[in-house]
């Protein structure tokens, strides 16, 4: 019974797995998307030499959402191949995303200096995280 239950919960699982593989390749197509047709609305403004900033900030922006999602989803497909989310991973996530942070503020320039300050703080954190991760983890020679 026991063997019959786990199997049951292994299959639901893998449904829910590749239900969500689906719902990402779909997220990653509307991104991506996304990034074309700003691509596509700055085109007339490069050719006359007029982008405006809110519009390029914009594309940025999305540019850096879509780094983002690709590191998320590398993280969730990565679990899926092996039913293991090592903290690597999560810190490259985050990363990432801190680092976009960090961008878009100063890209923005609305920024208060000791967020700034503080958000600078994190991202180096977390890369001597990351770098220590690599150096102590068991699975770091393969």
């Known amino acids: ?28 197509g509307f991104a ?14 490069v050719k006359s030499n007029t982008v405006n900033a809110d519009d390029f900030r914009d594309l940025i922006v999305t540019v850096l959402d879509v780094f983002v999602l690709i590191e998320l989803f590398s993280t969730f497909t990565s679990y899926v191949r092996t039913r293991h989310v090592g903290l690597t991973q999560l810190l490259d996530v985050t990363v990432v995303f801190a680092l976009r942070e960090l961008l878009v503020k100063l ?26 991760t690599g150096r102590l983890s068991p699975h770091a020679d393969t």
């Open 107 to 132: 890209y923005a320039n609305s920024f208060a200096p000791d967020k700034l300050i503080g958000l600078c703080i994190v991202v180096i954190l977390l890369v001597i995280g990351r770098s220590l």
């Open 32 to 45: 991506f998307f996304d990034v074309l047709m700003n691509v596509w609305r700055l085109i007339p403004d």
């Open 1 to 28: 019974m026991r063997d019959l239950i786990l199997r049951i919960y292994d299959r639901v699982i893998d449904v829910i797995v590749i239900g969500l593989v689906l719902v990402m390749i779909i997220v990653m």
